[in-house]
């Protein structure tokens, strides 16, 4: 089912040769990345919950990611979440404040062939689309914004299409 949470590989899933595990629960799932039995990356990931936030599609809020200096500037957090979203399925949200990092990191995925990349206003109904050329949204920097959030889906994929028809139906 796209979007679900994968069960605990008993082998570990590859990026840019580091072994990745998840250790999925129900609404919290750990990203592990390991260079042979060092911990180099981790994302916590939670699962979005209607009865806080209306949210356009079902996915998950990255609510942490670290890489370790070592590894940093080689694309593995474009990488870990291009797999989550093209090969699970998954609405992968980023809300409330953002490192420099992420917002390159954003950026990038939104200019990764097969992801579409959104901006989200949670007190409107308006879904912009984000532009090439950078996350912004007239005369305003979405992440200084409480309200605003960044979506990225699998581009004509179930999601992608039904915030198409959001955007549709508000212009």
């Known amino acids: 089912m796209a979007g679900s949470v ?4 008993p082998e570990p899933w ?5 072994d990745v595990y ?4 129900k609404y919290v799932t750990k990203i592990s990345l390991f260079n042979k039995s060092k911990l180099v990356g981790s994302f916590t990931i939670t699962k979005q919950r209607d009865d806080v936030h209306f949210w356009p599609v079902p996915g998950w809020d990255v609510m942490n990611a670290m890489i370790h200096k070592s590894q940093q500037g080689k694309g593995l957090a474009l990488d ?6 093209t090969k699970l399925g998954w609405a992968l949200y980023s809300t409330g404040s953002h490192s420099p990092g992420a917002e390159k990191l954003w950026a990038r995925l939104s200019k990764t062939p097969g992801i579409s ?3 989200l206003d949670q007190n409107k109904v308006e879904i912009p689309k984000i532009t090439p050329t950078g996350i912004m949204l007239p005369d305003k920097d979405i992440y200084a914004l ?3 959030s960044v979506v990225a889906v699998a581009t004509n994929g179930t999601h992608d299409n039904k915030l198409k028809s959001l955007i549709n139906s508000t212009e």
């Open 80 to 85: 870990v979440y291009t797999y989550l979203v």
């Open 14 to 18: 590859k990026i840019q040769g580091l």
């Open 117 to 119: 990349v959104y901006v």
């Open 146 to 148: 409480p309200s605003m």
């Open 6 to 9: 994968p069960k605990r590989d």
């Open 22 to 25: 998840f250790s999925p629960g």
